[in-house]
T-cell receptor
Framework: GESVGLHLPTLSVQEGDNSIINCAYS??????FIWYKQESGKGPQFIID?????DKRQGQRVTVLLNKTVKHLSLQIAATQPGDSAVYFC?????????????FGKGTLLTVNP | EAEVAQSPRYKITEKSQAVAFWCDPI?????LYWYRQILGQGPELLVQ????????DSQLPKDRFSAERLKGVDSTLKIQPAELGDSAMYLC?????????????FGNGTRLTVT
């Protein structure tokens, strides 16, 4: 069935390096995507979102890229810090319209080594 | 920064018992969501409220799960009877309006263990 998935379940990087977390989606009707960060024992925390009419959006140290042709989403974290260690989820809006219903992928565990 | 409050933080219950979780959303947030997160997976929507009305409960196992938001503020999710497969993190989230431009804010969840 259609689902939001991730290429890699784990990612390990050195402190100060850039991190790239990938996500594939299969529903071409999805028009809104969000990245969440979830630290151990906490709920997901909103990082950044992007609409399907955009290819790129930047936040503080984070950039989201959307490639609709291959249905691929990525989250780039610049100068990764130990505090960035967490599970990262991409989520897509499947219902369309203005009221959105998010569907989450399985997540990527990011580990930052000092 | 305002937060979504959930209690209890942890709950251990025996199979076939009843269990209830409580959520207090951020003040002024009209939309409230209950998600279930199995270890190692992403959250899955159980039910969505707009004020006191259920907007979407298509994924809620209604034979054993119930949810209410009587005054359109705080909410309770109940499981009766609990089954072993219900062991998971139950997350509550809220947003201003349920619109795409209004992101979800999550609480820290209730970790349920059914023995």
């Amino acid at each position: 069935g259609e689902s939001v998935g991730l290429h890699l379940p784990t990612l390990s990087v050195q402190e100060g390096d850039n991190s790239i977390i990938n996500c594939a989606y299969s529903n071409s009707a999805s028009d809104y995507f969000i990245w969440y960060k979830q630290e151990s024992g906490k709920g997901p925390q909103f990082i950044i979102d992007i609409r399907s009419n955009m290819d790129k959006r930047q936040g503080q140290r984070v950039t989201v890229l959307l490639n609709k042709t291959v249905k691929h989403l990525s989250l780039q974290i610049a100068a990764t810090q130990p505090g960035d260690s967490a599970v990262y989820f991409c989520a897509e809006n499947r219902s369309g319209g203005s009221n959105y219903k998010l569907t989450f992928g399985k997540g990527t565990l990011l580990t930052v080594n000092p | 920064e305002a937060e979504v409050a959930q209690s209890p933080r942890y709950k251990i219950t025996e199979k076939s018992q009843a269990v209830a979780f409580w959520c207090d959303p951020i003040s002024g947030h009209a939309t409230l969501y209950w998600y279930r997160q199995i270890l190692g997976q992403g959250p899955e929507l159980l039910v969505q409220f707009q004020d006191e009305s259920v907007v979407d409960d298509s994924q809620l196992p209604k034979d054993r799960f119930s949810a209410e938001r009587l005054k359109g503020v705080d909410s309770t999710l109940k499981i009766q009877p609990a089954e072993l497969g219900d062991s998971a993190m139950y997350l509550c989230a809220s947003s201003l309006s349920g619109q795409r431009s209004s992101p979800l804010h999550f609480g820290n969840g209730t970790r349920l263990t059914v023995t």
